[in-house]
């Protein structure tokens, strides 16, 4: 291992979420760069099969084990967290109440970074957040967003419980830092792709209502290849120099909303309407205005909160990620996207 | 009069809760408790309520509200109903409303001791679709006291936020209620059948484990279960509770000496069955035809109910938190009989009584 690491290769490193899209990545990132005691925790109804694969490829000479619970017990999270240095936290609740979701990314949260203090030997906690957490509400179309743009101050309102649950999360990672000067790192990728995962980001569509309707235009797309996500992540979890740094994830090289949504199709035709950005805010307002008027007989699920963040278009700058952790695209674009659409053949 | 509410269990169902609260109007949360008190910050956060309690003792002696709504899981719903009653606030319990019948019979007993009032959370009586049914039978449409009820409750197993962490853990609090999976989703269904059965009733029950649990690693979990009942004046019903039936059954069959109705709660609709013979071959023809018009009828109300802003998915529970509250202000009878909320609990209990070692 060249690079100045945090951690020795022999220091144990917990991964949560370790057997998910982009656990299982990050868990062969570490494998292959020498990491030889891991400790990968896995809900106890997750399938393990992809995540065996791997450890069947580096089986030689690594402690490894694999520990099943639920990050909203105490006793699974003391469990997971005891003599270990580093924390990657991946796992994620993706449940749609806003209740459920902060229980379980940030109640869980709150319980893991409790044991780490605890029982641990914190040297860093990597938190995976997402972009969800930013609004662009008041930014113009095509504005850069990056570390420093505003984040969400209304997702009830967005009717967003997943990225309720992320800021929730963020700001309980934030508050141990400051009061028990937790050393963490935030991480937020922005629309993570690769095979294993079929569905396309809400930021190209939504098939809501049976067809798929385009609403992403040609508006240039957050994407990041799982492998490259999780180089990320991984070196976020090893960079000296970076506690209570934030970073967002996206790869170098962009593709539009319709260049993905063409090469989709290419791998497997379906049918999709587009409806341009100023018909698909006006279908927001209205759905929006009846649901307050209707008191919620329709859930708000279309305003102009969600409209602006996923359909409006921004762009994407990686300038912090590649400065500061030295991240750099491991997989081309043309690879990546063999490898994801391979997924539909 | 404006109601002081507080929330007792700050979870998933509270959010229904406060948005029913706020079509209701004359009311307000005055304080949200939750033994975890971050859960009680956040629905306080999004919600503007800024009272927030981890300790339900501190709340009642702090706030004093006029009712507590409790929405923890049925384990704390016996001691922090009886805390409450004993603060002097009226109670909406949420279901299951306790786990066992003695304790039913105990809370209702000190309610009334004590000049209060208590419901359960028994929402799918209050659908526009339900209260339609009452009414009909209110005008005898049946032609006198039923003579069959049915009742079908489905649930649909690929809802994984749900199942997996109870199936993934023996220490879920779902896995500890004596009817484990039964006992948190049944209570709606059972409902619906006591307001037709007297006091006696004689339980037969049966369930299994579905192949499709199986597969899930649904270990002791029980998830298929049929239920016969006899009351003593030889009223009879079914009920049935399915993970496996496709599409998901959700409906009320009641059987009378003269007509019968059909209350399917999936769609919100009721047919009135009404005992019509025909000539010859107009016995093929009239049947379905007027089966058509009613169907019609029932999806122009839908639509006409839904453009009124009637129709929301928790219709019921805004019904039930109303006619509750209502209750309270004019100290008349509550929505829900305490008979019949003592009568499903009893039910429940001999369901699983009888199914305790069923599991091999």
């Known amino acids: 291992m060249s690079e100045k690491s945090i951690v020795s290769q022999a220091d144990r490193v917990l991964v949560t979420g370790s057997n998910g899209f982009i656990g299982t990545s990050v868990v ?32 030689t000479g690594k402690n490894i084990e694999i520990i099943s619970g639920d990050l909203l017990s105490r006793e699974d999270c003391k469990s997971a967290a005891r003599d270990v240095a580093v924390i990657i936290h991946l796992a994620a609740g993706f449940e749609k109440s806003f209740a459920g979701a902060f229980m379980n990314s940030a109640l869980a949260t709150r319980n893991l970074i409790e044991a780490f203090i605890e029982l641990g030997q914190p040297k860093r906690f990597v938190n995976v957040s997402s972009f969800a957490v930013y609004s662009n509400l008041k930014m113009e179309r095509g504005a850069l967003l990056d570390e420093t743009c505003p984040l969400e101050d209304a997702p009830q309102e967005r009717c967003d419980a997943y990225g309720f649950g992320k800021l929730q999360q963020e700001k309980i990672v934030r508050d141990y830092g400051k009061k028990n000067g937790l050393p963490f790192v ?10 294993g995962k079929p569905d396309l980001s809400g930021r190209v569509g939504i098939n809501t209502f049976g067809f798929f309707i385009h609403l992403g235009g ?7 290849f799982v ?43 379906f049918f999709s309407i587009y409806v341009p950005y100023p018909f698909a805010y006006l279908g927001s307002v209205l759905w929006e205005n009846y649901s307050k008027k209707s008191h919620g007989q329709l859930p708000p699920v279309f305003n102009r909160r969600r409209c602006a963040a996923e359909w409006k278009g921004n762009r994407y700058s990686n300038q912090k990620l590649r400065d500061r952790l030295g991240w750099k695209q491991k997989v081309p674009l043309a690879v990546a996207m063999k490898s994801f659409l391979a997924q539909y053949q | 009069m404006t109601l002081r509410i507080a929330i007792i269990g700050c979870g998933k169902i509270a959010d229904q809760h406060i948005h029913a609260f706020s079509r209701i109007g004359d009311c307000e949360v005055v304080a949200l408790c939750d033994r975890e008190l971050l859960m009680a910050n956040q629905l306080g956060e999004r919600f503007g309520i800024t009272a927030c309690f981890a300790d339900a003792a501190e709340m009642l002696r702090a706030t004093k509200p006029d009712v507590v709504h409790i929405t923890t899981p049925p384990q704390g719903h016996f001691p922090l109903a009886k805390q409450c009653l004993e603060a002097g606030s009226h109670v909406y319990l949420e279901k299951p409303f306790t786990i066992t019948a003695i304790e039913a019979e105990e809370l209702i007993h000190l309610a009334e001791n004590r000049n209060l009032k208590i419901t359960a959370g028994h929402n799918y009586q209050f659908t526009l679709e339900m209260l339609e049914m009452r009414r009909l039978v209110a005008e005898n449409f049946l032609g006198g006291k039923a003579v069959h009820v049915e009742s079908h409750w489905p649930y649909d197993l690929s809802d994984a936020s749900y199942v997996g962490p109870i199936l993934g853990s023996k220490t879920h609090w779902v896995r500890q209620l004596p009817g484990q999976l039964f006992h948190n989703l049944i209570s709606h269904g059972i409902a619906k059948l ?40 030889g009223t009879t019903a079914f009920f049935c509770f399915s993970t496996q039936i496709k599409p998901g059954l959700n409906f009320l ?7 019968s109705i059909f209350v399917d709660n999936s769609s919100g609709t009721l047919l009135r069955l009404e005992n019509k013979s025909y000539k010859s071959y107009l016995t093929f023809f009239a049947p379905p035809l007027v089966s058509a018009r009613q169907h019609f009828r029932n999806a122009r109300k839908n639509i006409f109910d839904f453009l009124k802003g009637r129709l929301h998915q928790d219709s019921g529970m805004k019904e039930l938190i109303e006619r509750f509250h209502q209750s309270i202000k004019t100290k008349s009878a509550p929505p829900i009989p305490y008979r019949e909320i003592i009568l499903t609990a009893r039910i429940m209990d001999e369901i699983f009584a009888q199914i305790k070692n069923s599991v091999k």
Do not use: W
């Not at chain 1, 005691?37 to 109804?45: A, E, G």
């Not at chain 1, 040609?218 to 990041?224: A, G, K, Y």
């Not at chain 2, 069959?253 to 007509?259: D, E, L, S, Y």
């Open chain 2, 194 to 233: 006591v307001e037709f059965l007297g006091d006696e009733v004689k339980v037969t029950a049966h369930a299994h484990q579905s192949q499709r649990l199986k597969s899930l690693n649904g270990q002791e979990v029980q998830d298929e279960l049929r239920v016969f009942l006899r009351d003593e004046n």
């Open chain 1, 227 to 269: 492998d490259n996500c999780a180089e990320a992540i991984v070196l976020a979890a090893l960079k000296p120099g970076v506690d209570g740094e934030t970073f967002n994830v996206v790869d170098d090289e962009k593709m539009t909303s319709r260049e993905f949504l063409a090469a989709r199709k290419k791998a497997k035709k």
């Open chain 2, 253 to 259: 069959r009641i059987c009378g000496p003269k007509n």
């Open chain 1, 186 to 195: 935030i991480l937020r990728p922005g629309a993570v792709y690769g095979p």
């Open chain 1, 218 to 224: 040609s508006n240039e797309l957050p994407l990041t």
């Open chain 1, 28 to 59: 062969e990132n570490l494998l292959s760069r020498g990491f030889n005691n891991l400790r990968l925790f896995v809900r106890p109804s997750g399938k393990l099969e992809k995540l065996k694969k791997i450890l069947e490829k580096y089986s």
